[in-house]
């Protein structure tokens, strides 16, 4: 009988201060943690389901009352193994089970039910976001779907990150459980200890979102019922959803995993109380408050404004661990976070996978008036590279550079702003005097200037691809023109109030 134990079996890839790579189970990874730099799968996705994971077994191992609590912990530099084992011995006792072959309690899946399952046996590839169906590309794995046959422990990986961030994809299937796929915020620091710590909400910290009813999910035992709803939601019940039901099929022989019984799993009907404390959150047209995903063509660093801090009014909301990290972070600290998403079509369909580093001034994600400022500043910028794009794409309705052309420059043009924004503009936004009346001027006429520089090299860009003829040479001097003036215009109507 196969068996593969997550507490104790090596599946989590890690990266250790010195810099050597080894894979432990979620014990060793906690105990070392300390020691770890930090998560290190090929794979984005599954480095942000195993961070969840990680983060829902000390929640609720430690069960902190409060931010002080969490300080506390943050200096120690590293987790007691004494609670760690404590736990896990408590959920075994429970009727846990965290083997991964369980007969009757399989670690983060369903048990074996001829009446449900009996026909929903498929390929492996079900579970692995990092392939794709249809005409889209296969991400990250040049292995073709039906030649795939995965490890115990890259099985593992791969339906954890399915769990996180997998779309609808239709026939009924709900989506992660925060409906479509959004942004999913991980803060960054030295080690994965204090990584962890970050992630670790307190009681007091979470407002009216229940900690733990209904618990998290190896220790619920209420079976996963194909399309069964639940308006009911909690922090650790959210950070260890299923919204498929799954089981795996190991092939003893070769201990892989070939196949899988895989269907729909819960339907989470969001409430008004739920917010995912790794996602920030935009008002929508409607007056609803919906999490932040990703848009194909747009740059997941486009949204760092909705990581900073937003006034009562405001239309963001930051993730809820990055704006707490303020209360443990000096205040001269430069806030990190990775971003993680997938982008999808009509809800269901993987185009793509997106991963970035952000990094901002703790004031950032405490000061009201600079969150505000920022996200002004960010729309500015959106509207004139949109204008640069537009103009030299349809100028007075007439094709110029074409649409592959017009959207490489607005890539380039994106690329000038963010290396400008991160190193440069953000550094020297966050040494104003708030307290004086004449920080504001200097600053709009310095991002003034940085946007006036894209226009320039952006029409630089678009003349060299113009064509050779007196009338394509004459056709783009007259765009550029026309560019400069457009985007001049929108540069000196100035900020908006989108914060």
Known sequence: ???????????????L????????GILATLKQAGKIRRINCSYPLENTAIIRLLTAFLMDAYQLENINDRKELYKQGHFDEGILDGYSDKCIAEGTSFDLFDQSAPFMQSRY???????KETGVSAIVLKFTSGNNHTHFDHRTQAELQLSYAEALRSFLAEYTFCPAGGAGYSASVNGMPCILYVPEDEDLFKQLVLCMLAKSEIGNIPMNNPPVAWRNKNPIIPGSKTAEMSILAALTWQPRRM?????????????????????FKENELWRDPFASYKLTKEGNWKATFAK??????????TLTASSPNGNSKPPLILKQMGSIKPNDAIIRSNATAII??????????????????????ENQELGNWLKSDIGLAERVIEKIRSDYFKPDKKEILGKEVSTEIERGCYEELRRILFTEYLPKLAEVNLKSFDWQ?????????????????????????????????ISIVCASNKCRNDCESIIKKGRDSNG
């Open 1 to 15: 009988m196969a068996h593969f134990d997550v507490l104790n079996d090596p599946w989590i890839p890690v990266e």
């Open 17 to 24: 201060s010195e810099g050597t790579h080894k894979e432990f």
């Open 113 to 119: 039910d001829s009446k449900l399952d009996s026909d």
């Open 247 to 267: 089981t795996l099929i190991p092939d003893e022989d070769t201990q892989t995993i070939k196949n899988v019984y895989f269907q729909r799993g819960g339907f």
């Open 296 to 305: 194909e063509g747009r740059d997941l660093w486009q949204d760092v404004g």
């Open 344 to 365: 999808v079509v009509n809800n269901a369909k993987l185009v793509s996978i997106q991963f970035d580093e952000l990094t901002i001034p703790k004031v950032f994600i």
């Open 441 to 473: 001027q200097p600053m709009i006429n310095k991002w003034d200037e940085i946007l006036r520089t894209i226009v320039k090299h952006a029409a630089v860009k678009a003349e060299s691809r113009a064509g050779a003829t007196t009338e394509d040479l």
